[in-house]
C-alpha cells in the first residue's frame, strides 16, 4: 500500500528556514516523479517543486527558485524541501505528492502546515 507522511512543518519567522520530510512506503521514491504542492484555504493546490524520476531533474515555482530546494534520498526512501528565507506568502498546507505518470496512480501525503509570521 502506498502511503506518504510529511513532517517538519510549524511556526518560523520571516527569513527563516524550514525543512519539510516526507517519508514514502510501498514503492521506491526513485521510480516515482515526486513534487512538493502548496494550498491556502479556498484556493487550488499549486506546485512548488518536482523531481524526476529517473534522472533526479528538478523544477520550481517562479516564486521559489532560488529559496526552495527539493531532494531525495533513495535509500532511506524519503523526499525532502529545503525552504529557506521563508516570506509569509509561503504560508500554507503542504503536501507531498507521487505520480506515476500512469492514470490512477497519484499519491497525497496528509499534508503539513506551514506558518511564516512577519
Known amino acids: 500500500q502506498v502511503q506518504l507522511v510529511e513532517s517538519g512543518g510549524g511556526l518560523v519567522q520571516s527569513g527563516g528556514s524550514l525543512r519539510l520530510s516526507c517519508a514514502a512506503s510501498g514503492f521506491k521514491v526513485d521510480s516515482y516523479m515526486l513534487a512538493w504542492f502548496r494550498q491556502l484555504p479556498g484556493a487550488e493546490r499549486e506546485g512548488v517543486a518536482c523531481i524526476s524520476r529517473v534522472h533526479g531533474r528538478t523544477s520550481y515555482a517562479d516564486d521559489v527558485k532560488g529559496r526552495f530546494t527539493i531532494s531525495r534520498d533513495n535509500a532511506k526512501n524519503m523526499v525532502y524541501l529545503q525552504m529557506n528565507s521563508l516570506k509569509p506568502e509561503d504560508t500554507a498546507f503542504y503536501y507531498c505528492?507521487?505520480?506515476?505518470?500512469?492514470?490512477?496512480?497519484?499519491?497525497w501525503g496528509q499534508g503539513t502546515q506551514v506558518t511564516v509570521s512577519s
Open positions: 505528492n507521487a505520480d506515476l505518470l500512469v492514470p490512477g496512480y497519484v499519491y
